[in-house]
């Protein structure tokens, strides 16, 4: 088992394509909370709708980041042929599969917690004085952690994305068909009543339960997010198991 964490490890940090995707996200997001909390009025002050943690809304703009490289974790090497010298030198598909995704899991939640403690220090700094919160406040470092989380999520869906499919450019558009079409266009579609509710289960709106502080409408409670999110991620990642065993490689 060892020796597999070892190849999987060398393989995820020698592409430029994991320092490039990570590089954006550690760019863009607090960029994200700086430009939010620059452009945030002092006249928030005392509104009840305000929430300090706007500054983590740049998980929707990085999540693009997270799912390309979970995307390419695994598609190329169907492309190149790699993969039928991965399960030679390890018979157990399951094995090899579950380490790239624990791997890659791991390496998702330090980047996320990185990244989303930076954005939420910078994002604080830039707001008006009086209306910034510190980490000790209620439920402000579950708001960090849980903007982490999401990335982990959108990673390890196009990770599971990326097996199922065995082919980049196919499982990239799956990819943006589902976060930004599907999901962006469908709560749309529904009844007027019923869009609020629809858009809380997208993507994107599970991404917003996650990080609110202060209860608000169009979005679920975050123990439901986090549920949500784990029932979207196994609906890909069980049948990419199954079918890896059973499929030529």
């Given amino acids: 088992?060892?020796?597999?964490?070892?190849?999987?490890?060398?393989?995820?940090?020698?592409?430029?394509?994991t320092w490039w995707a990570l590089g954006?996200?550690?760019?863009?997001?607090?960029?994200?909370?700086?430009?939010?909390?620059?452009?945030?009025?002092?006249d928030q002050l005392g509104n009840p709708s305000y929430d300090?943690?706007?500054?983590?809304?740049?998980?929707?703009?990085?999540?693009?980041?997270?799912?390309?490289?979970?995307?390419?974790?695994?598609?190329?090497?169907?492309?190149?042929?790699?993969?039928?010298?991965?399960f030679a030198a390890v018979p157990s598909r399951s094995r090899v599969i579950a380490v790239k995704a624990g791997?890659?899991?791991a390496v998702f939640a330090v980047a996320g917690t990185v990244i989303s403690l930076v954005t939420?220090?910078?994002?604080q700094a830039a707001l008006p004085a009086g209306l910034g919160v510190s980490l000790g406040d209620p439920g402000v470092l579950r708001a960090v952690f849980g903007a982490a989380f999401y990335m982990v999520f959108i990673g390890m869906f196009g990770f599971a994305l990326g097996a199922l499919i065995r082919h980049t450019q196919g499982a990239l558009s799956v990819l943006m068909a589902v976060v930004f079409v599907i999901?962006?266009?469908?709560?749309?579609l529904v009844p007027q009543s019923l869009q609020d509710s629809v858009?809380?289960?997208?993507?994107?709106?599970l991404g917003r339960s996650l990080i609110v502080?202060?209860?608000?409408?169009?979005?679920?409670?975050?123990?439901?997010?986090?549920?949500?999110?784990?029932?979207?991620?196994?609906?890909v990642l069980v049948p990419a198991f199954i079918l890896t065993n059973r499929r030529d490689p």
Wanted: charged share 10%; with cysteine; net charge neutral.
């Fill in 120 to 123: 939420f220090l910078v994002g």
């Fill in 183 to 188: 999901m962006g266009i469908l709560p749309s």
């Fill in 52 to 86: 300090a943690l706007d500054t983590l809304t740049g998980t929707a703009i990085v999540q693009f980041a997270f799912g390309v490289l979970g995307v390419l974790a695994i598609s190329p090497e169907y492309g190149t042929g790699l993969i039928r010298t991965t």
């Fill in 199 to 205: 858009a809380a289960y997208s993507f994107t709106g």
């Fill in 24 to 42: 954006a996200a550690f760019f863009l997001m607090p960029l994200t909370g700086l430009l939010i909390g620059m452009n945030t009025s002092s």
């Fill in 103 to 105: 791997l890659l899991a």
């Fill in 213 to 235: 502080v202060k209860p608000v409408d169009g979005v679920t409670t975050p123990l439901t997010a986090l549920v949500l999110c784990l029932v979207y991620a196994a609906v």
């Fill in 1 to 17: 088992m060892r020796d597999v964490i070892a190849s999987e490890w060398l393989k995820l940090r020698s592409v430029r394509s």
